[in-house]
């Protein structure tokens, strides 16, 4: 399977909506190398501000920027922009519901040997919680590019979390993301595995694992966050025995959180998290990382084995 550039993707989709709609600004925190907004920058430089290392400042001047009718794409590691920058986040762009798109990048593990001051965690729980905010997790890249395209058309806060490595592409070239719409890319009765962003292949090796043990397993893409789609949850959890949920992120306010909300009120059935579990990251390569953490598609296969009660 090839791998692709969710950060490549998000900075050549830029252009691409640059080129349509002069409204559009971006706004990055001098890492515009690491983000690949300098693509726009070197297409567009009189849209194109940078703040320099001032996380705080790059949401304040995206809200004034965007409280002049522009549509603002703000752009900065992960753990940067949702964690310095939140009180301005909360008070001025999700408060007054202003058109702010905050793109992120180098969220989770994946953000390999930078270790754990640069690894975000957290950000999904802290964005998910705000008022107004929209949030996304693109399974590859083209989604991610996908989802470009529809933050320029709609109104409001929305956060995007994007990693640093490449991905493996899962969507083909006439993918078309949709808004609180979880995708099933694979049917199945006994369990469902449900993933978001780099865990959804890690979910889709799994399923095809399970197969030979004679598991059927149904593998959801869950890219929207919030707004969650409450109808495939509830589908899942009376259409399979259990839900498995996979994340680069804490199991403390994520996905897993998340789905188990929406769970527990409506179909009460067992969820197991596979994510972080209540620690911070380190340095290292990245398959290391996940193999530590147990965030790999063996660990979901012995997990849904021993849900199932098979062996």
């Known amino acids: 399977m090839s791998k692709s550039s969710m950060r490549e993707a998000f900075g050549r989709a830029l252009v691409d909506i640059g080129d349509e709609r002069e409204e559009v600004i971006v706004v990055d925190a001098d890492l515009a190398t690491s983000t690949k907004t300098q693509y726009f920058r070197e ?11 001032a996380e705080q400042n790059l949401i304040g001047v995206s809200a004034g920027l965007a409280s002049t009718n522009k549509t603002v794409f703000a752009s900065s590691f992960a753990v940067f922009e949702t964690g310095r920058a939140y009180e301005i986040i909360r008070n001025t762009v999700c408060m007054a519901r202003l058109n702010v798109k905050l793109c992120a990048s180098h969220a989770g593990l994946m953000t390999g040997p930078d270790g754990a001051t640069h690894q975000s965690l957290e950000d999904i729980a802290t964005m998910r919680v705000l008022p107004n905010m929209k949030v ?6 083209r989604e991610a590019a996908s989802m470009v395209k529809f933050m320029a058309d709609d109104y ?25 719409k979880a995708q099933v890319l694979r049917e199945g009765k006994d369990i469902s595995i449900l993933a978001c962003g780099p865990m959804v292949k890690k ?8 197969e030979s043990a004679g598991i059927d397993a149904r593998v959801v893409n869950v890219s929207t966050i919030k707004p969650m789609d409450m109808e495939t949850i509830i589908g899942c959890a009376r259409e399979t025995r259990a839900i498995i949920t996979v994340e680069d992120h804490s199991i403390h306010g994520g996905l897993g959180s998340a789905v188990a909300e929406i769970v527990v009120e409506h179909c009460p059935v067992r969820v197991k998290m596979i994510g972080v579990n209540d620690s911070f990251g380190m340095s290292g390569r990245t398959q290391e990382l996940y193999s530590h953490f147990g965030l790999t598609s063996e ?7 021993s849900i199932l009660d098979i062996g």
């Open 43 to 53: 297409s567009f430089p009189s849209r194109f501000v940078d703040v320099g290392i």
């Open 136 to 141: 996304l997790v693109p399974a590859d890249a």
């Open 156 to 180: 409001g806060p929305t956060y995007m979390r994007m990693v640093r490595d490449d991905t493996e592409d899962i969507y083909g070239h006439d993918y078309m993301f949709e808004l609180g």
């Open 203 to 210: 979910a889709l090796d799994a399923a095809s694992d399970l």
């Open 299 to 305: 660990r979901i296969v012995n997990e849904a084995i």
